[in-house]
């Protein structure tokens, strides 16, 4: 926060030095600005390359505030060239007092190979946006297909969807921040 605020007050600064004519005063502002931003998105990206991907095991809850998401069950069923896997989510709130709004979760499969599975088509739809009254609860079942051969199939679990991600890509050490690992859940 002190780190926006400060960008926020060198930006003015930068403006209002340009608009008085302090060219000078406007460069010299401009650079540090730049230097600052450069430095706070090094340490940002330096971070989140040697911060270890959280796993989380079916059962486990993930919160954000008030707003939780956990996998509740992996149910894997193999055939002949895939392995289908339901997997049922719960989305609940942690809130004594407000209701609480918050995008469905980013889910899908990566495999040993980083192949990126989508949910199957028809395996059921939720809203794309949740309002859960205080301590309420959503459990949803999200069918993916993967093929047989793929090794170390994971969930990946993200909070809400990508255009909810841009302000967390400079938070450091946060789930969205630039080349952090996103968490994940064993499939196996």
């Known amino acids: 926060m002190a780190s926006f605020l400060a960008t926020v007050v060198m930006a003015l600064t930068v403006a209002i030095a340009g608009i008085r004519g302090r060219r000078t005063l406007a460069l010299k502002v401009l650079r540090r600005l730049g ?89 059921g739809r939720t809203p794309t946006e949740f309002t859960l009254e205080p301590q309420e609860a959503v459990t949803f079942t999200r069918v993916f297909q993967v093929p047989a051969d793929a090794e170390d199939p994971v969930l990946v679990l993200k909070h809400g969807g990508s255009g909810d991600q841009f302000p967390g890509w400079f938070i450091i050490g946060g789930e969205n921040s630039l080349f952090h690992e996103p968490i994940v859940v064993p499939l196996t």
């Open 35 to 123: 230097l600052f931003a450069g430095g706070y998105v090094g340490i940002v990206i330096v971070v989140s390359l040697v911060t270890p991907r959280r796993v989380l095991e079916p059962g486990t809850t993930e919160c954000w505030d008030d707003w939780c998401v956990g996998v509740t069950y992996v149910n894997p069923i193999p055939a002949d060239t895939t392995v289908t896997y339901a997997v049922t989510v719960r989305v609940s709130s942690r809130a004594r007092g407000l209701p609480q709004r918050g995008p469905e979760p980013e889910l899908y499969v990566l495999d040993g190979r980083n192949r990126r599975h989508d949910p199957a088509v028809g395996s």
